[in-house]
């Protein structure tokens, strides 16, 4: 596969990785690999031939890419299909104590992927708020959740705004934040047409917009997990360093 990208998307990748960019080509030319995370409170066998994923004990590459449809285990939950990359979240909660937590907040959940992972990380007496903005987006988040089998989670669909406004405080708030998915051009072509400076714009603003009502809702001494799937530094680490600025969060 031979992947048509906009020509100043490939001027700022060019900037942004200069001798690295050849291998940013490469992999984008690459079929992209499928990757599954165990549900460990269901059974199920690990397909032969998979691998570890180096930073995810409970994740595998698969060799190929089955027919999830047709498999019962997928729809009874016995695993979840995730990108690997996404389960780096899953490294940053290794690193942390959790065991005085109470509330966990997913700003941005469907459709659930991360959120199944916050569940196995944390402990059963951690509550886990699953919130989707997008109501079309709330069925599959739901529909996730359910299969994992977890009780200490709920869905809910509110603005940013609103929810701070409760004067709820988390000791995690994470915020898989919407983006101009760039981090998508491997697997899906639909995600290069709608590429523009436009969208990226607007999705910066949005970004923005959301991470100025995250302040009251992290606890002090608590945390905040921002991720997109983009490489675009506005969308990414200029997001973080106008939050550090603020003097309420540091890196």
Not at 91 to 97: I, T
Not at 140 to 159: D, P, Q, R, Y
């Amino acid at each position: 596969m031979s992947v048509s990208l906009p020509e100043k998307f490939i001027s700022r990748m060019r900037a942004q990785l200069q001798e690295e960019y050849h291998l940013f080509i490469e992999a984008l030319n690459e079929e992209p690999p499928v990757s599954i995370r165990l549900n460990r409170g269901r059974h199920f066998t690990i397909p032969e031939k998979s691998a570890p994923c180096a930073w995810e004990a409970n994740a595998f590459y698969l060799k190929e890419r089955p027919s999830f449809t047709y498999d019962p285990n997928f729809h009874s939950g016995a695993y979840y299909v995730q990108e690997a990359s996404s389960m780096l979240i899953g490294r940053v909660l290794d690193m942390l104590d959790m065991s005085y937590w109470n509330l966990i907040i997913d700003l941005c959940a469907a459709p659930g992927g991360k959120t199944t992972h916050l569940l196995d990380k944390c402990p059963e007496s951690v509550f886990v708020l699953a919130n989707e903005v997008v109501k079309t987006r709330l069925g599959a988040l739901k529909h996730n959740l359910i299969k994992w089998g977890k009780s200490n989670c709920a869905v809910i669909s509110h603005s940013v705004e609103n929810i701070a406004a409760t004067g709820l405080n988390a000791d995690l708030v994470l915020v898989d934040a919407p983006c101009s998915g760039e981090g998508l051009f491997r697997k899906d072509n639909e995600s290069i047409k709608h590429w523009s400076e436009k969208n990226l714009s607007i999705c910066e603003h949005r970004q923005e917009d959301i991470l100025s009502h995250v302040t009251g809702l992290v606890k002090e001494a608590g945390y905040l997990i921002y991720s997109t799937c983009t490489f675009n530094p506005n969308e990414n680490i200029e997001q973080l360093n106008k939050l550090v600025e603020s003097g309420y969060f540091e890196s």
